[in-house]
């Protein structure tokens, strides 16, 4: 990738998924942004050291009698899973691949208006993950945030109040923060965005629309 990533994660989501307590739709997020940027894998793995150090000083709690040999029975007998080799490359990084089942050309868009399309993918209701394809140009309307918005880039690129984010940039926005997404001309920007709450659009039209699309 030529693109040098500019935006990272915060210390927080990273520290937050380390841990495991982040909702699905972030911990996809965060796990893409990751497999593309090595400064913040690099990160996260001094992170899941701290975790680990806990763990190692945890007083043990003993297993019922029988664990280990109940164990090692159920290794024993299991059958080597054939597993379907994912195919790498394409747009989608890993995690998003595995969640799709495939990539760009296994995503099922709906449109929501002015060329702009979306997918939601499958996660747990406490926040919500889609993908969204901005044609070159196109702006999504302006809106804030009542809580947490992840945007990842994963093709393309968008500019608005705080800066470009180009592929593998990620755009960490909350309650302080309006913004008008702009998507580049060069290429068509497509996007991974999570959400744990719904955005708050200024014009009327996204505002009535918004319960339908679920954004
Ligand atoms: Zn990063």
Avoid at 46 to 52: I, K, M, R, S
Avoid at 112 to 130: D, F
Wanted: net charge negative; aromatic share 4%; hydrophobic share 45%.
């Amino acid at each position: 990738m030529t693109h040098t990533i500019k935006h990272h994660l915060t210390d927080a989501l990273l520290m937050a998924y380390s841990a495991g307590s982040l909702p699905e739709a972030f911990s996809l997020t965060v796990a893409a942004h990751v497999s593309m940027c090595d400064e913040c894998r690099a990160r996260l793995d001094a992170f899941d050291t701290v975790g680990g150090a806990l763990i190692e000083q945890c007083e043990a709690s003993r297993m019922s009698a029988g664990s280990l040999d109940a164990t090692m029975a159920l290794i024993r007998a299991a059958r080597p899973e054939v597993k379907t080799v994912p195919r790498r490359g394409g747009i989608l990084p890993a995690p998003l691949q595995d969640y799709i089942g495939g990539d760009l050309d296994a995503v099922r868009w709906r449109p929501v208006g002015m060329g702009v399309k979306q997918a939601i993918l499958p996660t747990s209701k406490e926040a919500t993950a889609r993908l969204l394809y901005i044609p070159a140009g196109a702006a999504v309307p302006d809106h804030g945030h009542r809580g947490t918005e992840l945007t990842l880039v994963l093709q393309g690129a968008f500019v608005d109040e705080v800066d470009r984010f180009g592929p593998g940039d990620i755009e960490v926005a909350n309650e302080d923060l309006n913004h008008t997404p702009v998507a580049d001309i060069g290429a068509d920007c497509i996007c991974l965005a999570a959400t744990d709450a719904p955005l708050r659009f200024r014009a009327l039209m996204p505002r009535l629309a918004q319960p339908f699309l679920r954004i």
